[in-house]
C-alpha cells in the first residue's frame, strides 16, 4: 500500500521568502511521485513529476523538488515566493505499472504575504 | 490547452435525492477517473473507467454510486441517494495512456447535501 504525508495543512511565507512544502511517502515499490498545485477555483494542475530519473525535477513556476530515498521525502521548494503562487498544494504517489490509481496527500495550503 | 470540463461547478442537493455529476474528458484520452475530497481531508480515489468498464474501484464506491459514458464524450459519475457525508469536492480526470504521468484533472465539482 502507499500514502503521502504532508506536514503543514496551511503555511504562510513573505513575498520573496523561501518556500517548503513538505512531503513524505511510503510505498512498499518504486514510487512514481508528484506534485499538483489547485488555485481557486480551478482543477489540479501538475506541477512536476519523478519518475526515477533524476532525483531532483524541476518543474513549472519555478518550483523544484529532490527525490530522496533514506528519507522517503519529496520535498517542494521554490527559491522566492511570489504573490501568485498562494494556492493548494498536492503531494501524490503511485508506482510504475500505470495501473494503480494516485494516492493523494491532505494538501499544504500556500498563504503569500505582500 | 485541452481541458477536463466538469458540470455544474456547485451542486446543492437534498437528503435522499439522487445526483448527476458530469464531465467531459479530453477527447482522444482513454482512461477516465473520479475523485472526491472532503473538506479538509484528502484527495480520494473513487473509481477509474476504461474501455467501458470499470477498472478498479475503492472502498468508498460502494452500490450507490454507479459511472456511465453514455455518449462518447461525457462521464458521468450518479449517486442514487445522497448523504450528508456525500458532500464533497468530485475530481474527474482524464489521460491519453496507461503511464501514471498523464493525468488531466478538471476543476471539480462542489456537492452538498443538506
Known amino acids: 500500500a502507499q500514502s503521502v504525508t504532508q506536514l503543514g495543512s496551511h503555511v504562510s511565507v513573505s513575498e520573496g521568502a523561501l518556500v517548503l512544502l513538505r512531503c513524505n511517502y511510503s510505498s512498499s515499490v518504486p514510487p512514481y511521485l508528484f506534485w499538483y498545485v489547485q488555485y481557486p477555483n480551478q482543477g489540479l494542475q501538475l506541477l512536476l513529476k519523478?519518475?526515477?530519473?533524476?532525483?531532483l525535477v524541476k518543474g513549472i513556476n519555478g518550483f523544484e523538488a529532490e527525490f530522496k530515498k533514506s528519507e522517503t521525502s519529496f520535498h517542494l521548494t521554490k527559491p522566492s515566493a511570489h504573490m501568485s503562487d498562494a494556492a493548494e498544494y498536492f503531494c501524490a504517489v503511485s508506482d510504475k505499472s500505470g495501473n494503480t490509481p494516485l494516492v493523494f496527500g491532505k494538501g499544504t495550503r500556500l498563504s503569500v504575504i505582500a | 490547452e485541452p481541458e477536463v470540463t466538469q458540470t455544474p461547478s456547485h451542486q446543492v442537493t437534498q437528503m435522499g435525492q439522487e445526483v448527476i455529476l458530469r464531465c467531459v474528458p479530453i477527447s482522444n484520452h482513454l482512461y477516465f477517473y473520479w475523485y472526491r475530497q472532503i473538506l479538509g481531508q484528502k484527495v480520494e480515489f473513487l473509481v477509474s473507467f476504461y474501455n467501458n468498464e470499470i477498472s478498479e474501484k475503492s472502498e468508498i464506491f460502494d452500490d450507490q454510486f454507479s459511472v456511465e459514458r453514455p455518449d462518447g464524450s461525457n462521464f458521468t459519475l450518479k449517486i442514487r441517494s445522497t448523504k450528508l457525508e456525500d458532500s464533497a469536492m468530485y475530481f474527474c480526470a482524464s489521460k491519453r495512456d496507461i503511464l501514471n504521468y498523464g493525468y488531466t484533472f478538471g476543476s471539480g465539482t462542489r456537492l452538498t447535501v443538506v
Open positions: 519523478y519518475t526515477s530519473a533524476a532525483t
